[in-house]
């Protein structure tokens, strides 16, 4: 496989760790390479999409910006998976709740993603596809948790390709089917890596709330969920 590839600049291989951690936000990718890296390597910065490569608590690890939206996750998880060989892709990003017991900054893992997209089309499915975590990184997500006393909420989470939707009450049909909340690329990443064969799972914080309307700054979105990280920085 060539590389450099279309949208990561890094033209060496084993520069990028097996196991790297998504943000959709690149400054929020920054933000853990700044504050719990040591011995960090710049990767990429195409695009401003930076990634980084360092240690934690000894282990390799790299992290880097996702973009926002499933075509963006779509291609760096590709090109992660099929040209540098990384195996444990785990998004780490920002979600509304959509349930009343889904507090802002409560931290959500994503055991299934539901979606509104087409992605699962290129499959030629038969049916339609179920798109869940690697078992193994939410076991150890949720131990990794209880060991450090972070409260979890395990579940359903919906990938939507929508922001801002037309259908201002939409979220309530997905809340009745006990979804907890509403973020942007986790589908999408569970079936690149369900195909290639590889981990993936989806950590969250939420940002805002679609029920109470509570919302937190940008500010805060790239620079204070550490809970959520410093759970996936330990699956490394
Ligand atoms: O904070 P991140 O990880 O980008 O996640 C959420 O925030 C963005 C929308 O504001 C979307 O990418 C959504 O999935
Ligand atoms: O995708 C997202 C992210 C945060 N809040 C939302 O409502 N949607």
Redesign the pocket.
Known sequence: MAIPTPHIGCSEQGVIAETVL????PL?AKFIADTFLEDVVQFNTVRNMFGYTGTYKGKKISVMG????IP?IGIYSYELIHFYGVKNLI?????GSIREDVKIRDVIIGMGACTNSNYAAQYELPGTYAPIASWDLLNKAVNVANEKGIEVKVGNIL?SDT?YDAQKDSWKKWSAMGVMG?????AALYMNAAYAGVNALCI?TV?DSLVTHEVTSAEE?QNTFTQMMEIALELA
């Open positions: 998504l943000p959709g936000d929020r996702s973009g926002m939206g963006s998004r780490i990003g920002s979600c990938s922001f509403i973020e942007m690329e986790a969250l940002s979105r």
